[in-house]
């Protein structure tokens, strides 16, 4: 059975730093896109980055310049780096992969999620 698992999360002042992961359990052969989503109270998930399976990267126009999404295909696992870290980033934090599982089908996977809190 194989699941997402976040960590990383927590309480941080404006302009601090935090590192998220995230890591498969289970046996898995691999994900195409990972990619760190965010939500908000009272809104909606919203997509902060993803990355590739070729290590290209997208960013939401919130967090450029102060983000940086990462992997690990050999232990896939996903990474996001934060800094300067503001109060509108408050938010829990998402974690996703897809992974092939037959010609057919592609199979997504979430994480539950991490608190990350900006405050002073």
């Known amino acids: 059975q194989v699941q997402l698992v976040e960590s990383g999360g927590g309480l941080v002042q404006p302009g601090g730093s935090l590192r998220l992961s995230c890591a498969a359990s289970g046996t898995i052969s691999g994900f195409i896109t990972m990619a760190w989503y965010r939500r908000a109270p009272g809104k909606q998930r919203e997509l902060v980055a993803t990355?590739?399976?070729?290590?290209?990267?997208n960013y939401d126009d919130s967090v450029k310049g102060r983000f940086t999404i990462s992997r690990d295909n050999g232990k896939n696992a996903v990474y996001l780096q934060m800094n300067s870290l503001k109060s509108d980033d408050t938010a829990v934090y998402y974690c996703?992969?897809?992974?092939?599982?037959?010609?057919?089908?592609?199979?997504?996977?979430w994480g539950q999620g991490t608190q990350v809190t900006v405050s002073s």
């Open positions: 996703f992969g897809d992974s092939r599982m037959s010609p057919t089908e592609i199979r997504n996977y």
């Open positions: 990355m590739s399976l070729d290590g290209s990267a």
